[in-house]
């Protein structure tokens, strides 16, 4: 069984700090994926990464996969209140095939950015 | 909606009950997923369709849990004889040509 360990689990910052979260497994991935879930809502995509070593930048937010594909993090710069909720990682094992589509999620990290 | 719908938002059932959860995707989506989302957890893998056929159902947890597609859209998920560890919020996704998964608000269920 292929398992993604997030940490950390909470996080409670100021506005305008930054924070890394990170994503870690024993095994590899095609793909790894980085979701936010707002109460009551469902999780929406915010990247996918692809390849060993790739980095990807989404405003403020920067992700990036390990080179052997097995982690990934997600720093975020100057965080603000908008940037409240639960962020997932979510692991693809093959690319294409009936898998695909098929993910592993971790545990989620809850973040708090207090004004 | 444009968006993938799921009925009802929340259901309350006793224990030992039949409960039954829909799944409206995109329209044109063909991959159709039902995911579990205990409290404190990220969602776990259930049951993934493509048209009418479960392609995978090796996440269902046991034959109390049973989900069809009969025309490839709209699934239904159901399950037998409610036990309280069943309590979660059930999320449906579909996916279409981009590979993104999109979720819908996902059915609460709990189970007295």
């Known amino acids: 069984t292929q398992l993604l360990e997030q940490s950390p689990q909470f996080l409670s910052i100021q506005e305008g700090e930054n924070l890394t979260v990170y994503c870690n497994s024993s095994?590899?991935?095609?793909?790894l994926q980085w979701y936010r879930q707002e109460p009551g809502e469902g999780p929406v995509l915010l990247v996918t990464?692809?390849?060993?070593?790739e980095v990807k930048k989404l405003k403020r937010l920067t992700f990036q996969f390990g080179d052997a594909r097995k982690d990934s993090s997600l720093h975020i710069t100057a965080a603000q209140p908008g940037d409240t909720g639960l962020y997932l990682c979510?692991?693809?094992?093959?690319?294409?095939?009936?898998?695909?589509?098929?993910?592993?999620f971790g545990q989620g990290t809850i973040l708090t950015v207090h004004p | 909606g444009a968006g993938v719908s799921q009925t009802p938002s929340n259901k309350v059932t006793e224990k030992g009950k039949y409960v039954e959860l829909r799944c409206d995707p995109i329209s044109g989506h063909t991959a159709l997923y039902w995911y579990r989302q205990s409290l404190g957890q990220g969602p776990e893998f259930l049951i993934y369709?493509?048209?009418?056929?479960?392609?995978?159902d090796s996440g269902l947890p046991n034959d109390r849990f049973f989900a069809v597609r009969p025309e490839g859209s709209v699934s239904t998920l159901k399950i037998q004889r409610t036990e309280r560890g069943d309590s979660a919020v059930y999320l449906c996704a579909s996916r279409g040509n981009t590979g993104e998964l999109f979720f819908g608000e996902g059915s609460r269920l709990t189970v007295l």
């Open positions: 990464v692809v390849t060993g070593g």
């Open positions: 979510a692991g693809d094992p093959n690319a294409g095939g009936t898998s695909y589509g098929k993910l592993t």
């Open positions: 095994s590899v991935f095609s793909s």
């Open positions: 369709f493509q048209g009418t056929g479960a392609a995978d």
